[in-house]
């Protein structure tokens, strides 16, 4: 554990106290003008502490933090940032206590395995907890009180690096959290809190510790404490590491600790919402309390149902966690009794019919009351596989719900697209980005404007992709082929192809790749050139993934691509934000139904980067006919050979037809005047619906709150 003194001893100026609260709050990272605050204490520092605060201003001489509290320029900076941040925090004017005053004084528990907030906190690995950060981002914009749980990884994040043959090496980073905007929770009596949580016929002990997203709060499991044996120690090591017992005991530290934390917090939750299966062993926590205090089992289910929300993510057989009855009983045979059953009963709180073991998903539709899935898409194929529970229904009144998810527009919006949203749309689009009045006036932004900008963000993203390549070169021993497959000749010119996401068989990376003549013949068409940017993880464990990037890779390296086939290393939020502010077109082709949402998409469009991709999860729903482009049929093509070659036929003819002269179709000054339409549409369309302050309120409206009518927009 880490050394909890370090964490109050370090000192700056008075003047500039406030800066260290500012630090440890991210609500910095979706204000412009408090990062701009912090960038400007020393550029270089806060490119080398790749944007983190903490790190950065426990590095800073000491000289420059006294120069500063002297530089009256930086102080009335630092002044409106606070006054605007303090405003926030306590404002009671927000959108959840206009519309749920029945809500007053009442709490949300949010669980999830992960939570992507911010680089400088490695707690997270892909889509599933990018979506939880950006959840608990508008939850604390539009002030839903909403209490996160989840577990910090000190033993590592996984770092991709690609080596030279093209294969992903999983090169684990241990985390510094004396660095790290977290903060230690302490107990009653002063000292750091400690919880003793059962874990079979044993217990471990939990460390807790709290980070602050604006005004919702993160408590953080620590297993890695003094007292625990190294195995238990490891518990919550690395996020999806280690094997199914080290998965099974993870899994029950989240629930059933989770709850456990919360409550010695004093925090009540009057909503619990499980974010995936993962942390669905807190259902059972919550019967087990009823129980215990004199509540029969058949009400205690019916009560926690009421009041249990969970949301199921994929519908790729693969997302969901099965545990060899064994396994559990090993786990719950004292745990059993204290709900009053027997072993057959208790395992018939997680079981599909006609299969063997435990599956998390099972347990958590049939305990909670609230159910949904994560697009209008994906509701229904949800709905079609779990009907076996429900057998009595028919497949359209099986209670799955669904919301489809959204992205957090102050995160992902570029913030120089952000000013111009400001000038034409007005200052508070923010807060008012579901409305659909607010993005019509997109049609105000002059095209030559928002042509201008674009171009801004493309040439940021091509001066990350040489920044990095460089710095492999130079300090990794990189060869000059990597420096080139790391996206050194790409030119700004070019029309570019996003495409990153996890690389996963279902995900098709390498569909673009199935027809490499007439793939060229598109990157070197001499006067309508094209370019390929890639980027993506694979599973750490995941060698077929791994292939498909090696795939990728070695077309990046042979020189007949001429670089014009581009691997970005590393794909996290970082190089996230550049990709999708900055290609040209997003393109995405999983096999359908299988992307249950896709949200990487949802960014891309409300940057104007219009969507080329299958009708599956979100774009089934999004697409307009005039904001990007579509593939395949709606419903997708089944599995197989036959199909990915349709979808590939489309993706050329769509590419060689429509979107590429389209792109190059330029009037005198240069901008091509469709295009921009195009972009326009993508902007007006996909922000309007796709942020996560739509899919928060929707969220409240419909399983958090859903008893009252609410008042005021959807
Ligand atoms: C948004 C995002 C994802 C999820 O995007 P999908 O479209 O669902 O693949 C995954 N990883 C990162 C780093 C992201 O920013």
Known sequence: MVDTDSYNDWQVPPKLACLKDLAYNLWWSWHPEARSLFKDIDRTLWEETHHNPVSLMRGCPA??????????????????VIASFDRYMTTDQTWFAKNHPEMNGKSIGYFSAEFGV???????????????????????????????????????????????????????????????????????????MLLDIPLGHSTIKVAVWRVQV?????????????????????????????????????????????????RALGVHPSVFHANEGHSSFLFLELVREKVASGVQLDEALRQVGENAVFTTHTPVEAGHDVFAEEMIAEYFSSYWPQLGVDRERFMDFARVPGHAGWNMTALSLKIAGHRNAVSRRHGQVSRGMWKFLWPSLPEAEIPITHVTNGVHLPTWVNPELGSLYDRYLGEDWRDRQDDEAVWSKVAAIPDEVLWLQHSRSKSALLQLARARARSRWMKDGHNAVQVLAGGALLDHPSLVIGFARRFAGYKRATLILSDLPRLKKLLFDPWRPVQLVFAGKAHPADDGGKALIQQVYQLAKNPEFGGRIVFIEDYDIHVARYLV??????????????????????????????????????????????NGWSIGQAGGRGAGPEADAADAEDIFRTLEQKIVPLYYDRDEHGIPRGWVKVMKESIRSVASQYGADRMVKDYCNMLYAPRREAVGSR
């Open 214 to 262: 604006g005004r919702v709060p993160l408590f953080l499991m620590d297993t890695n404490v003094e007292g625990n044996s190294p195995l238990d120690r490891e518990i919550s090591g690395r996020l999806y590491g280690g094997d199914r017992t080290m998965r099974l005991r993870q899994e029950i530290i989240l629930g059933i600790g989770g709850v456990r934390v919360l």
């Open 63 to 80: 000289a420059r933090l006294e120069q500063l509290a002297l530089d009256s320029g930086f102080l009335t900076r630092l002044d409106t």
């Open 118 to 192: 911010h680089n400088s906190l490695k707690i997270y690995s892909g889509g599933l907890g990018i979506l939880a950060g950006d959840h608990c981002k508008s939850a604390s914009d539009l002030g839903v009180p909403l209490v996160g749980v989840g577990f910090m990884y000190p033993e590592g994040y996984v770092v991709q690096k690609i080596s030279s043959d093209g294969w992903q090496q999983n090169v684990y980073e241990l985390v510094n959290w004396g660095v790290s905007p977290v903060r230690p929770v302490f107990g009653p009596s002063g000292g750091r």
């Open 581 to 626: 502010q900055g290609v040209d077109v997003w393109l995405n082709n999983p096999l359908a139904p299988l992307e249950a949402c896709g949200t990487s998409g949802e960014k891309a469009g409300a940057n104007g980067v219009p969507n080329f991709s299958v009708l599956d999860g979100w774009w089934e729903e999004g697409f307009n006919g005039g």
